[in-house]
Nanobody
Framework: EVQLVESGGGLVQVGGSLKLSCAAS????????IHWFRQAPGKGREGVSC????????YYADSVKGRFTISRDNAKNTVYLQMNSLKPEDTAVYYC????????????????WGQGTHVTVSS
């Protein structure tokens, strides 16, 4: 059974940090790019950051560049999103998704999705 399980969300104050994890199982993790998307209340889903297959090229939305860092540990089948200097506009449900078509900000390319983890940044 394919699974992507996000964890690490929560409530944090402006300027704080959180580290999200995306644990994968049921598919050949090293062959898939992993993308973090997010959906804020009342808004559409948007791409946040992506890490490709080895050697792990990374991509970031302009809104998070310099604040978020994505990384992957293929030995643990896990991708991380370190989020620093959080802002109220980062409040959203964060999803990870897997694609064997590389990092593309195009949701139909993603075969597997997690259930999401909530991040709330309070001011």
């Amino acid at each position: 059974e394919v699974q992507l399980v996000e964890s690490g969300g929560g409530l944090v104050q402006v300027g704080g940090s959180l580290k999200l994890s995306c644990a994968a199982s049921g598919f050949t993790f090293g062959e898939y790019a992993i993308h973090w998307f997010r959906q804020a209340p009342g808004k559409g889903r948007e791409g946040v950051s992506c890490v490709s297959t080895s050697p792990g090229k990374t991509y970031y939305a302009d809104s998070v560049k310099g604040r978020f860092t994505i990384s992957r540990d293929n030995a643990k089948n896990t991708v991380y999103l370190q989020m620093n200097s959080l802002k109220p506009e980062d409040t959203a449900v964060y999803y990870c998704a897997a694609s064997n078509r590389g990092c593309r900000d195009y949701e139909p390319f993603y075969d597997y999705w997690g259930q999401g983890t909530h991040v709330t940044v309070s001011s």
